[in-house]
């Protein structure tokens, strides 16, 4: 005891100064945390709390059988499976044109490595908008498609359940390649020149070179890149509810699982029951970055 005194004491100072930190962590992440975990077991009304009752495990049963949450997570998935996709062989493809000029000229280099990160920090609500309109019936991208006659007529794809995830997924890709491909750049730039200078003198051709060498050291950044992907995919709020608010628009087509877990608790006042639906999407976040992972490493 008294040894644990006497460092409690020589350290005081480092106590001290960590310790606004520490009390920000418990009241703002431990607390929340433990009041989720104990309002998954009670049945909370947020605008009558005299209400309140204790149910047991009834809200994880009924989470887990809740056909438009798991509705919610297809939709998701549909989004994603393009998303991913798109995003990754865009954000691959400019990355590696960055690459190629990067001993060029200064000025161009910085340019166009700015310009693509620009969608990355505007905001998803001006985006959602402004690209909502650009590719309305009578916007000018179905304009001209229907002109070239790929079209026979405008759609409306925000009341096309078939369209609104792939429409929503191209949009969200169009924002976030940017900061793949930055991503991507610098681990390119990480490549021992050694290896491409030797393929090259062994006759090697560019794209042998790109997929032999530089694709497979890559690796760290592509992991990455898909975990985040895993991560924040299944987080996808924003683009949904600035088009179809909480319904989730035609047949719940756009519905997804946090766009869910707010109708929930902030429209429907269920906030054990959302609680409940928001700790079951973390263990889903979960096991898909733990399935991502497994799937790489074996790859690999």
Do not use: C
């Amino acid at each position: 005891m008294k040894d644990f005194l006497r460092t409690l004491k020589r350290s005081k100072w480092g106590y001290i100064f960590v310790a606004p930190w520490i009390v920000g962590f418990l009241v703002f992440s431990v607390y929340p945390l433990w009041l989720g975990i104990k309002m998954t077991f009670l049945n909370y009304n947020l605008v009558a709390p005299q209400s309140i009752k204790f149910v047991g495990f009834q809200n994880w049963i009924n989470g887990f059988i809740d056909p438009l949450f798991w509705k919610s997570i297809v939709n998701i998935l549909y989004n994603q499976a393009i998303f991913i996709v798109l995003t990754f062989f865009v954000a691959l493809l400019v990355a590696y044109l960055l690459f190629k000029i990067s001993n060029g000229n200064k000025f161009w280099n910085a340019f166009f490595r700015s310009a693509y990160f620009v969608p990355t920090i505007t905001s998803v609500v001006v985006v959602m908008l402004v690209l909502g309109n650009i590719t309305a019936p009578y916007g000018p991208i179905q304009t001209l498609l229907v002109r070239w006659h790929i079209l026979s007529q405008p759609i409306v794809w925000n009341l096309t359940p078939v369209l609104i995830m792939p429409v929503i997924a191209v949009i969200t890709s169009w924002m976030s390649f940017g900061v793949q491909a930055i991503i991507l750049l610098g681990g390119m730039g990480t490549i021992p020149t050694e290896f491409i200078e030797a393929a090259r003198m062994d006759g090697a051709r560019e794209g042998t070179i790109f997929w032999r060498i530089i694709f497979p050291l890559l690796r760290p950044q592509i992991v990455f890149i898909m975990v985040m992907n895993a991560i924040g995919g299944l987080q996808m709020f924003t683009q949904v509810y600035v088009n179809f608010g909480v319904t989730g628009g035609p047949d719940q087509a756009g519905m997804t699982p946090v766009l869910y877990i707010y109708d929930q608790g902030l429209s429907k006042f269920q906030m054990g029951y959302s609680s409940t639906l928001g700790f079951i999407l973390s263990i889903l976040i979960i096991i898909a970055t733990v399935i991502t992972l497994k799937v790489l490493q074996e790859r690999n």
